[in-house]
């Protein structure tokens, strides 16, 4: 499809050089990335206090790969994917895609900028316009770019509904209340695919749906991955979901990057141990892995006033007085693997081992939002 | 966790719960919904049941039923639902009244909207120990506060005097099961307790829901769609689809030796951790049929990778297997899938 804009800004190679500023934690080849974050920060205001949604994070993917960014809800990671496209305008730091800097744009320049980068949501019945029709939905798109003649985005919008897994003579006259929360998915990745974006950000994309239809959902994206060249920025709090569809995760926590790795090299020898914590965490359909105690007590602390060094501290099992006066930056460790922690675990060792050690968290336990459970009782023998 | 069962044998007394043949329809302009169609199962004291299916497959409308809640002339239920002895189905109102709270409790998936928005948290929970129980405004307030900390909420004097507005999702949900459990009741029905809670939290309120009904010897109907949340925390697990009963067993039984096709795919369809990375899940492709317009055979046969034609005429009844106590309804049930001969059992037409 021809670009409506006579230049495209998107094509430029000449931005700044977001390579010798950031730290580079991410960038998994050698090649320069898609998109590279540096030290990006977003401060909400809230009366007189100032809430740090984002509190630093750099990270960089290149073109092709798939990013997880994992986490808890409040810890920022929607923001930094928003902060990204440039919904919340960042407080500092620079987001360069395609070598431009977005956070130095404005206005049209801006919009043109970004059509390359587009968005999914967690709720996709609420982020479709329930009085338009699905084939209009799709096609907005196209018409706000006046991409092509009308019988051309027909096609488009047409062959986009397919490769979907949408009938476009039977979805496309209809209204997304007639369709189920897995087909509403679907109708918002035709939205984001239609404009042929680089970059996609899926934010918790699959957490609103039953597991069968989450296994139909994250099989599209990988499909479709393959067949449009899209690198993904995969949003969500459930690792096993990540680890499936990622080639490296970032773990975030309270507005800063703890870990980041292959997706592999992080589920086999995790180093932080709030990584370790969140993947002990996931429930597994398996009767025989019972027994552990929830491993992370409590809710993160509130970003208004984050805890002085690690701001995973307040619920580390290892954490010491070091971890409370000096704050752990991010380190590579092996190559591709990076994590912020004083006292990171034993790499190489198995993930599971010491999960179980987790169990009572507490050093620190003034810290609000945490709470001594009940000892649980026995596990049953049988 | 699994917490050892009640002193008395759920098999041999008189179970706290005992569905029969229990079946909901909603009248709709498209015809009669069978929302669930002819359920039984039994319950014993401080036993716990996961109830699992897909958006749809009628396990909502299960418990509701079992809790009395759904009413109105565009509702026909048929069957029965005993409790502690009683027939719940078709009591009238006071009577069920004096059940709720009391004797057993819900608690549901959006802890925003279950909780009055402009009522403090305390006044909630008070609000059921002053109408059940003889005790007065200051005991009331103490016990409130003695559950909230129970729950694991933070500073609970303080907490007393939040609204549900100014508290986390996973709060919220523990002051749910706060009021669900103010006055001990012998049943809990939870609808999906954990669903929309981030991982850590859901770890968390599943112990607590287990730790509580331990302490308390309270039975639980636990209702959800990912058998990951079952997995550790339930005696028996049913599996519905389209509003039936498809497999029924003891929660190890039944992930060591499915039967039903439908529980194979579910579990397959779950991403785990042990996977590598860039697994293609095994979807499960189309989605429940529509309840208005049921075909006649087994009505997961047109999603199912083993159907026959046998399972499009005919639809399977509910059996047991080589045990009394592990229930399917399939004709070719997995592990015994040798021939197109079915196994066991013959169709009647």
């Known amino acids: ?382 | 966790m699994t917490y050892p069962p009640a002193a008395s044998d759920p098999q041999s007394a008189v179970p706290l719960l005992e569905v029969t043949e229990l079946s909901t329809s909603f009248r709709t302009g498209r015809g009669l919904l069978k929302a669930v169609d002819r359920v039984s199962f039994r319950l014993g004291r401080g036993r716990t049941i996961g109830v699992v299916g897909e958006s749809g497959s009628g396990k909502t409308v299960l418990a509701r039923t079992v809790m009395g809640l759904l009413a109105g002339s565009n509702v026909e239920k048929t069957g029965s639902v005993r409790f502690e002895g009683q027939e719940l189905l078709g009591a009238p109102n006071s009577e069920l009244r004096s059940l709720w709270g009391a004797r057993m409790a819900m608690i549901f998936q959006d802890p925003m909207t279950a909780l009055n928005p402009v009522m403090r948290i305390g006044r909630q929970i008070t609000e059921s120990l002053r109408l059940h129980l003889d005790i007065d405004r200051s005991e009331a307030r103490a016990t409130a506060v003695s559950l909230l900390a129970q729950v694991g909420i933070p500073s609970p004097e303080e907490r007393y005097g939040s609204f549900p507005g100014e508290l986390s999702g996973g709060m919220r949900q523990r002051v749910m099961i706060a009021i669900a459990l103010a006055c001990s009741p012998r049943l809990l029905l939870a609808d999906e307790p954990t669903t929309g809670l981030d991982v850590t939290v859901q770890a968390q309120i599943l112990d607590l829901l287990g730790s509580l009904q331990y302490e308390r010897n309270m039975a639980m109907v636990l209702v959800t769609h990912d058998l990951g949340v079952v997995a550790t925390r339930t005696d028996d697990i049913v599996v519905m689809y389209a509003g039936r009963i498809v497999e029924m067993a003891p929660t190890s039984r039944l992930f060591s030796s499915m039967a039903m096709p439908y529980t194979e795919a579910l579990l397959a369809s779950t991403p785990r951790l042990s996977n590598p990375s860039h697994t293609r899940l095994a979807a499960i492709e189309g989605r429940p049929p529509d309840l208005t317009a049921l075909p006649p055979g087994c009505p997961f046969a047109p999603r199912c990778r083993y159907a026959q034609d046998l399972c499009r005429r005919a639809a399977p009844p509910l059996v047991t297997a080589e045990r009394p106590d592990h229930l399917y309804a399939c004709w070719y049930p997995l592990g015994a899938r040798t021939g197109p001969a079915p196994v066991s059992h013959s169709v009647s037409s």
């Not at chain 1, 899209?230 to 709090?237: G, K, V």
């Open chain 1, 1 to 382: 499809m021809p670009g409506p804009p006579s230049r495209d800004p998107a094509l430029g190679s000449t931005g700044p050089g977001w390579g010798s500023t950031g730290p580079g934690w991410g960038s998994s080849g050698a090649a320069a990335p898609l998109l590279a974050v540096n030290d990006l920060r977003v401060n909400f205001r809230r009366g007189r206090r100032t809430v740090q949604a984002v509190a630093g994070v750099s990270l960089a993917i290149a073109a092709g790969e798939t990013l997880g960014l994992v986490g808890e809800s409040g810890c920022g990671k929607s923001t930094t994917g928003r902060a990204i496209v440039q919904v919340e305008r960042p407080t500092s730091g620079s987001i360069h895609f395609n070598g431009i800097d977005l956070t130095s744009l404005r206005g049209s320049e801006l919009r043109r900028a970004r059509v390359g980068i587009q968005m999914i949501f967690q709720d996709p019945i609420s982020s479709l316009n329930p009085r338009r029709r699905v084939r209009d939905i799709v096609a907005e798109p196209l018409d706000i770019w006046k991409k092509g003649s009308q019988s051309e985005r027909d096609r488009v919008v047409r062959a986009m509904l397919e490769s979907v897994g949408l009938n476009p003579d039977v979805a496309g006259p209809r209204r997304p209340r007639e369709f189920s929360g897995g087909q509403c998915q679907r109708i918002s990745i035709a939205r984001a695919l239609v404009m042929e974006p680089k970059l996609l950000i899926c934010d918790e994309v699959v957490s609103a749906l039953d597991v069968s239809v989450q296994a139909q959902i994250l099989n599209l994206l990988e499909d479709l991955k393959a067949q449009y060249g899209l690198t993904l920025l995969f949003i969500a709090h459930d690792l096993a979901v990540v680890k499936n569809i990622s080639d490296r995760v970032a773990v975030m926590y309270l507005g800063k990057l703890c870990e980041v790795a292959p997706a592999e090299v992080l589920y086999r020898s995790p180093a932080h141990h709030y990584t370790q914590a969140l993947m002990a965490s996931v429930l597994q359909p398996d009767p025989s892995s019972a027994g552990q105690p929830a491993p992370l007590q409590g809710e993160p602390p509130s970003p208004i006033h984050p805890p002085t060094g690690c701001r995973f501290r307040t619920r580390c099992p290892r954490a010491e007085e070091r971890c409370a006066i000096e704050e752990p930056v991010l380190q590579e460790i092996a190559p591709g693997h990076a994590v912020a922690c004083h006292f990171p675990l034993p790499t190489g060792g198995s993930s599971l081992a010491g999960a179980g050690q987790m169990g009572q968290v507490g050093q620190m336990g003034e810290v609000p939002g945490q709470y001594t459970p009940p000892s649980p009782p026995a596990p049953r023998q049988s």
